[in-house]
C-alpha cells in the first residue's frame, strides 16, 4: 500500500491539518456524514480540553497524546510545564505541532514508540478511542504503553453507542479519501472494554459537553506484557 492510500496520510484531512481549516467530514459506508471539528483542532485548547490536561497536573509525569493531530493538547501540556509527546501518521499534523514548539513523532501507536510500559499518563482525546476500528486492540496497546498503575484519559461519545463502521474522509469539495475502520464507543461501552483490557475504571465526567473516561492500568498485566 503506498502512501497516496492511506486514511489520514494524503487525503482531504491531510489537506485539512495544512491549512487549519475545515469542513470535513467522515462518510459512513451508510451515506451518513459526522463532521470533524478541524477549527477546534487546530486552534488553542479551550473549555473541555482544560478539564482533560489538569488530569494531567502533579507529580505523575509525562504524557502521551495518542493520535495528537495538529498539537493544541501537547503544546498546551507543555505550557503547563508537563513534558509531552504526541503521536500522529498524519506528516502535516505532525509538522502543525512542531511548529508549536511541541514535540511529535509521526508514527502509529501500534509501530514502537519510546519508553513503552513506562508512560505514567496517555491521552486519546477528539475521539481517537475509534483509531483501527478495533477499540478492544487499541485499549491492549495502551496497557502495553503505559506503566503499572498508569492512566488512559479517554474521550467518549456522549451518548450511548458501541459500534465499528466504514468510513471514508470528505472534504469541502466532495473529495474522498480511502476506506477504514472506525470506532465509536460510549462511556458504558469504553468501561466494559476497558475491564477486558485490564483497566479500571477511576472516573468519569462531562464538560462543555464532552465526556471523558480516566482509566487506571492494572501493574500485573504491564510487568508481565514488557
Not at 509501530?111 to 477528539?126: H, I, K, N, V
Not at 459500534?163 to 470528505?170: L, N, P, Q
Not at 476497558?194 to 473516561?213: K, Q
Request: charged share 25%; net charge positive; glycine share 14%.
Amino acid at each position: 500500500m503506498t502512501t497516496a492510500t492511506l486514511p489520514w496520510a494524503e487525503d482531504p484531512f491531510a489537506e485539512a491539518m495544512r491549512t487549519g481549516r475545515g469542513p470535513l467530514w467522515l462518510r459512513r459506508s451508510d451515506g451518513v456524514r459526522q463532521e470533524l471539528e478541524v477549527d477546534r483542532w487546530c486552534g488553542p485548547a479551550t473549555g473541555a480540553d482544560h478539564s482533560l490536561l489538569l488530569r494531567c497536573l502533579g507529580p505523575a509525569g509525562p504524557v502521551l497524546d495518542i493520535g495528537c493531530g495538529p498539537g493544541r493538547l501537547v503544546a498546551e501540556l507543555l505550557a503547563l510545564g508537563i513534558p509531552a509527546l504526541g503521536v500522529d501518521i498524519t506528516r502535516a499534523a505532525v509538522t502543525r505541532t512542531q511548529g508549536l514548539g511541541a514535540l511529535a513523532l509521526c508514527r502509529s501507536v501500534f509501530d514502537r514508540l519510546p519508553g513503552e510500559g513506562r508512560w505514567p499518563t496517555a491521552l486519546l482525546a477528539d475521539g481517537n478511542l475509534g483509531i483501527g476500528g478495533d477499540p478492544d486492540a487499541l485499549l491492549r496497546r495502551a496497557a502495553r504503553l503505559l506503566a503499572p498503575g498508569g492512566r488512559l484519559l479517554v474521550e467518549v461519545e456522549p451518548r450511548p453507542v458501541d459500534e465499528r463502521v466504514t468510513v471514508r474522509v470528505e472534504g469541502p469539495d466532495g473529495r474522498l479519501g480511502p476506506p477504514f475502520g472506525w470506532a465509536r464507543l460510549g462511556a458504558d461501552a469504553t468501561a466494559r472494554r476497558a475491564a477486558r483490557a485490564g483497566f479500571t475504571e477511576t472516573e468519569r465526567w462531562t464538560s462543555h459537553g464532552r465526556t471523558f473516561l480516566a482509566l487506571r492500568n492494572a501493574a500485573a498485566r504491564n510487568a508481565a506484557g514488557i
